[in-house]
């Protein structure tokens, strides 16, 4: 009986350790080099159609994003924060289309919206393109 009892509590936690590793390994927890770049998510604007998760424009008075095809993992983070990191300021922005890299997008792309550069400080001048971390929230 005892024998049956280990092998029962020895599962478990196989199986909890392999929920955990499952988990973190779908999370961005650590900062991650990024190209932010400049996108306009309005209907008009430089981002051509509607945002990927809802089929939608979006103010550029929003902290929102678009992330890289492989960041961006089929839709499995939109609508959630993320972090972004530049010269000493973070700003949490929502995730709301994909930067397609099939499409000429490269494959470390963070498109985010005035708001996003206004609310991180970039001076004008690096308004464009600049470096920056990001992670999950």
Not at 29 to 47: I, Q
Not at 51 to 69: K, N, P, R
Not at 70 to 95: D, E, H, L, P
Request: one cysteine or more; hydrophobic letters at 35%; proline letters at 1%.
């Amino acid at each position: 009986m005892k024998m049956k009892q280990f092998t029962t509590v020895f599962l478990i936690f196989i199986s909890l350790l392999l929920i955990v590793s499952i988990s973190s390994t779908n999370a961005q927890s650590s900062n991650t080099d990024a190209t932010m770049t400049l996108n306009s998510f309005e209907k008009g604007g430089s981002g051509g159609g509607p945002s990927e998760c809802d089929g939608q424009y979006h103010s550029d008075d929003t902290l929102i994003v678009a992330l890289s095809t492989r960041w961006y993992k089929g839709g499995q983070r939109c609508f959630k924060n993320i972090n972004i990191n530049y010269s000493g300021r973070t700003v949490q922005a929502m995730v709301v289309d994909e930067c397609d890299s099939t499409r000429g997008c490269n494959d470390n792309i963070v498109d985010a919206s005035k708001a996003v550069w206004n609310a991180l400080a970039v001076p004008k001048s690096e308004w464009g393109e600049t470096s920056v971390t990001w992670s999950d929230a």
